[in-house]
């Protein structure tokens, strides 16, 4: 994993800096940490190679909200909402399946 990734800040001139230009640097930083959490939780990688990879999708993912956000607040409730989807998608992979008995056949039971 890279420590020594930097965010980059957003520059659209129509915004005058607007709410990108408030937010810290290190904040970024901190929900890739956050979001390579989630990752490292349903896609464990323990070799260099896989930290890497799963590093560099977690800030793929920042930077993507992170530009298509309209402002702070919508910044964080499309990290939350993807966060949630990445824990919902992989809790319910044929892999995690869990087998439920059949509540509906009262012949079993």
């Given amino acids: 994993m890279d420590g020594n990734w ?4 957003g520059s659209n001139p129509s915004e005058g800096g607007g709410w990108r230009s408030q937010l810290a640097p290190d904040a970024r930083s901190r929900i890739v940490n956050k979001i390579m959490v989630t990752l490292k939780k349903y896609m464990p990688a323990s ?11 977690a800030v793929l993912i920042e930077e993507k909200i992170y530009n298509i956000a309209t402002n702070h607040s919508d910044y964080l409730r499309k990290l939350s909402l993807k966060m949630l989807s990445m824990e919902t998608n992989t809790q319910q992979a044929p892999g995690n399946a869990q087998v439920l008995p059949n509540q509906n056949n009262p012949g079993q039971g």
Avoid: A, K, M, S
């Fill in 47 to 57: 070799e260099p190679e896989g930290l890497d990879e799963l590093q560099r999708i």
């Fill in 6 to 9: 930097q965010p980059v800040q």
